[in-house]
């Protein structure tokens, strides 16, 4: 050049060619689209990494969720009319969640899920989690057990956590048992519902079983559902849709059957079939319903509907009934 710069706006400061970056107008320009390429990419970066990081400690199952917390709630709502001891349940809650989050972050700490946590910065970030979540579960059963207070938790933790060892053994055998194995994991998350009546009442008798069962039959009646119009997507025709669903319409009978047994038998109210109404309508309507597209994240918005109904509806029942 002939003013002695450089193409990028370098100038020469020493005889052996050393160069200092001096800003031109051309040389800026260059400089700030370069600034902005390198700050965009670092945000993706960082936006990648953090969503990681969430995806290391918080649980993917979103459905396991509801099924949680549904038969928990209703357990606690049909408690509640024979007591009012409040700050067990809440312990409870608090116990429940801090275990049940705790499965996600020690799954992949251990590296036996699709994910795990690969570097030391994950690594410490994940055992951080897995030891604030233990600390608070160990606080809340401690309260809860102290002094040998609410003694058949020790059963029913017991029973939920070898339905869990008989999903994860499940799980291995491959897809072909993959229903079956959440069936057999909803037995356990279930188990939510009858510890939430037995900490408010002190009694696990008759009720407590009614409590577990209902929502043992609502969830399992979910999960099969659910299943069923993934498989079926393209499936169209009464006669189609018997073919490859009749496990389900059988099972919708035998929970006819069983709801209606039960108010003969006086285990719940009468007026209380009404909670399963709406999945019944539902799951019959299946098989005579127009052919419409499958969009999944719309159909477990629908079954979250369908669970908060059901809780509503059930604890309503009971709170008429008495």
Not at 19 to 46: C, L, M, Q
Request: positive net charge; aromatic residues 10%.
């Amino acid at each position: 050049m002939e003013d002695g710069r450089s193409p990028l706006g370098l100038i020469p400061v020493s005889h052996i060619h050393t160069y200092e970056i001096v800003p031109t107008e051309r040389g800026g320009e260059f400089a700030g689209h370069h600034a902005g390429f390198a700050f965009t990419a670092n945000a993706v970066i960082d936006k990648v990494h953090r969503e990681r990081r969430l995806a290391l400690i918080l649980p993917r199952e979103h459905g396991a969720w509801g099924l949680l917390l549904v038969p928990m709630v209703t357990g606690a709502g049909v408690g509640f009319r024979e007591s009012n001891h409040f700050v067990p349940a809440l312990l409870l809650l608090v116990a429940a969640l801090a275990l049940f989050w705790l499965r996600t972050p020690v799954e992949n700490l251990l590296g036996t899920s699709a994910m795990r946590a690969q570097t030391a910065e994950e690594r410490r970030a994940v055992a951080s989690v897995i030891a604030l979540l233990t600390a608070v579960a160990a606080l809340a059963l401690g309260t809860l057990l102290w002094a040998g207070q609410n003694p058949l938790l020790w059963l029913i933790g017991a029973a939920a956590g070898s339905a869990f060892v008989g999903q994860a053994l499940l799980k291995k055998l491959g897809r072909r048992t993959r229903m079956i194995s959440e069936m057999v994991g909803t037995v356990g998350l279930t188990a939510s519902g009858p510890a939430a009546y037995y900490v408010i009442t002190g009694k696990f008798g008759a009720m407590a079983w009614v409590v577990w069962a209902a929502n043992l039959i609502f969830a399992g009646d979910q999960i099969h559902y659910v299943q069923l119009r993934i498989h079926t997507a393209r499936v169209d025709g009464l006669g189609a849709k018997l073919k490859h669903g009749w496990t389900f319409a059988a099972g919708q009978l035998a929970m006819t059957a069983a709801i209606t047994m039960a108010c003969l038998l006086g285990l719940i109210p009468a007026i209380a079939s009404i909670a399963f109404s709406p999945l019944l309508f539902r799951g019959w309507y299946y098989f005579v319903q127009p052919p419409t597209p499958l969009v999944v994240r719309k159909l477990g918005w629908n079954e979250l509907t369908h669970a908060v109904a059901f809780c509503v509806l059930f604890i309503a029942a009971f709170a008429v009934a008495k």
